[in-house]
């Protein structure tokens, strides 16, 4: 559908933080009063289940008040008559703590609620966040005048959702009226909108499910990413990398210390889509102890045996040269590329390692000893820009390998149908890891 076409969105639409926040505000207001099913569910997981019976076992024209509104200053219906007010925290952060929810301090000034939701003598007052924010002072100033009045019976019950169990929630709502072919424009809108702007609100998905596509930043490859971390999480010998910058996992192996994954399309091959598992072997000189020693057949190997299913294989040889052990620049090649071999055992023992701005020549000269000319090593490392007008001192240079297994995409589909078949997913990763293992130990 063409987005200019979708309810929420807008010709003027500006991105300022205060018109996004209110124009959500806005669009989960109109969602709520134009789908009853998903009212109904979201009224639900508020109120508690005296509330509801009380709300809706019986209807009269004159008791059974309505209103949804949005920005409306609390001063305004403080003086009304509630049995139950419900202050909601309506955010991306789940871990909110209410428990000092009470003994938070008022400041001055107006309280503006993002939306107020009043059936019969229920009030339900809801701060919107696009984010993790914790807007528990702030909600707490603006109930505030209803827990003043306790003592004339009203009772104000802090509560928080997430956006992410709102559209888990808007999800089957919106499921059950493609069913009854009863579906409303605005909740459909409203996940079409959330898809693209908050990717991060919905729940990982089975890959059997999700359009492959390697575009970083897309719709379709966060999910994919959402569905593969939460695969890697749990498997059962490795945990998830602490960093920020890419996902894989942390491994204990002496010769390596990562393994990432990633989506992966070759447009002329028969099978298009892949998951490709990276290891690099020897990515620090004490990593390459570990394996220099020994027989260095592996490195000849095309293919991985997994759980008795062979899956290409493919191994470059890789320059990575570091400063204050952070990556700078380096190089994957293949033994066409050179003269004569780069990873030798004496090159290992006499070559890798640390170079002081001293010695720079040298290595040039060990570079172009070893490379094609044709090559041209100094500009597919950037050499002048990294290294050479820098101000750095010295680097370390270490001879390893990137060994790269690609599995087919289908294969984890076809495991991958249902949300709980994410155990068979990390049962499959923890086995081409341990084949990854078996390569060199």
Not at 25 to 33: K, M, N, Q, V
């Amino acid at each position: 559908m063409n987005r200019h076409l979708n309810l929420f969105h807008f010709y003027n639409e500006n991105t300022s933080f205060e018109f996004l926040e209110n124009n959500l505000s806005r669009a989960f207001s109109l969602t709520l009063l134009n789908s009853s099913i998903f009212f109904n569910e979201f009224i639900k997981s508020i109120v508690s289940e005296e509330d509801y019976d009380y709300l809706f076992s019986t209807y009269s024209k004159e008791s059974s008040f309505f209103e949804i509104d949005i920005q409306i200053d609390i001063s305004l219906i403080e003086q009304e008559s509630f049995k139950n007010v419900y202050a909601v925290a309506l955010t991306s952060n789940d871990q909110i703590d209410f428990s000092d929810f009470f003994d938070q301090k008022t400041y001055p000034g107006k309280n503006i609620t993002d939306i107020i939701i009043t059936i019969k003598d229920i009030l339900l007052v809801i701060e919107v966040k696009k984010h993790n924010e914790d807007c528990k002072r702030q909600l707490y100033n603006q109930v505030f005048p209803f827990i003043q009045r306790h003592s004339e019976g009203i009772i104000v019950q802090p509560i928080c959702k997430t956006w992410q169990e709102i559209v888990n929630l808007m999800e089957k709502v919106h499921n059950l009226e493609r069913v009854t072919s009863f579906g409303s424009s605005f909740l459909r809108d409203f996940l079409r909108l959330a898809e693209v702007r908050r990717p991060n609100w919905f729940q990982p998905k089975p890959f059997n499910s999700l359009k492959f596509s390697t575009k970083w930043g897309s719709t379709e490859h966060h999910h994919l990413m959402q569905r593969l971390k939460q695969a890697l999480s749990n498997c059962k010998d490795y945990s998830l990398l602490d960093y920020s910058d890419r996902l894989g996992l942390a491994i204990n192996f002496n010769w390596a210390s990562e393994v990432i994954p990633y989506f992966h399309r070759y447009e002329n091959d028969q099978i298009k889509n892949y998951i490709v598992f990276n290891i690099w072997p020897g990515n620090t000189k004490s990593q390459g102890y570990h394996f220099y020693n020994k027989s260095m057949d592996w490195i000849n190997k095309k293919t991985l045996l997994v759980d008795d299913l062979n899956y290409d294989l493919e191994i470059v040889q890789n320059i990575k040269i570091c400063h204050f052990n952070r990556y700078v620049t380096g190089l994957n090649y293949y033994e066409d590329d050179l003269l004569k071999s780069t990873h030798t055992v004496h090159n290992f023992h006499h070559k890798s390692g640390k170079w002081n701005i001293q010695r720079w020549p040298d290595f040039e000269i060990f570079m172009d000893e070893h490379f094609k000319p044709e090559y041209n090593w100094r500009e597919k490392c950037q050499w002048d820009k990294y290294i050479i007008d820098t101000d750095r001192t010295y680097f370390t240079m270490s001879l390893g390998f990137e060994v790269s297994t690609f599995v087919p995409y289908q294969e984890f589909c076809d495991i991958d149908k249902k949300a709980e078949d994410i155990k068979e997913v990390s049962l499959k990763i923890d086995s081409i890891v341990l084949s990854l293992k078996k390569l060199i130990d």
